[in-house]
């Protein structure tokens, strides 16, 4: 499975931005994909995740209300809508593929996530 992310740029507070990620493989419909963010000098959180039909999502605290995850498998997509953005998420999005089904309890872990892209740059300026 490969994963490119893309949509990323520089943005004011307060604007919408919406990322993407494709991924190629045979698996990559048949598993959750998430959308992670590291900023300068910080480790790499947890932001959304999709399970592998898009019925369900799961939202780190700080994104509920203001980020949906979504996904397309007819096209290979999964996207994150992002609203209300704030300059505290600058960070670099990364799109991950895990491969096997995960719940509530371990989809938030990066570790359980074997595939990544290459990361988008997301700067919101204040």
């Known amino acids: 499975v490969q994963l490119q992310a893309s949509g990323g740029g520089l943005v004011q507070a307060g604007a919408d931005l919406r990322l993407s990620c494709v991924g190629s493989g045979r698996t990559f419909n048949y598993y959750p994909v998430g959308w992670f963010r590291q900023a300068p000098g910080k480790e790499r959180e947890f932001v959304a995740a999709v399970n592998w039909s898009g019925g369900r999502t799961y939202y780190a605290d700080s994104v509920k209300g203001r980020f949906t995850i979504s996904r397309d498998n007819a096209k290979n997509m999964v996207y994150l809508q992002m609203s209300r953005t704030k300059p505290e998420e600058t960070a670099v999005y990364y799109c991950?593929?895990?491969?096997?089904?995960?719940?509530?309890?371990?989809?938030?872990?990066?570790?359980?996530?074997?595939?990544w892209g290459q990361g988008t740059l997301v700067t919101v300026s204040s």
């Open positions: 991950a593929a895990a491969q096997r089904a995960l719940d509530a309890g371990t989809i938030q872990d990066p570790n359980n996530y074997r595939y």
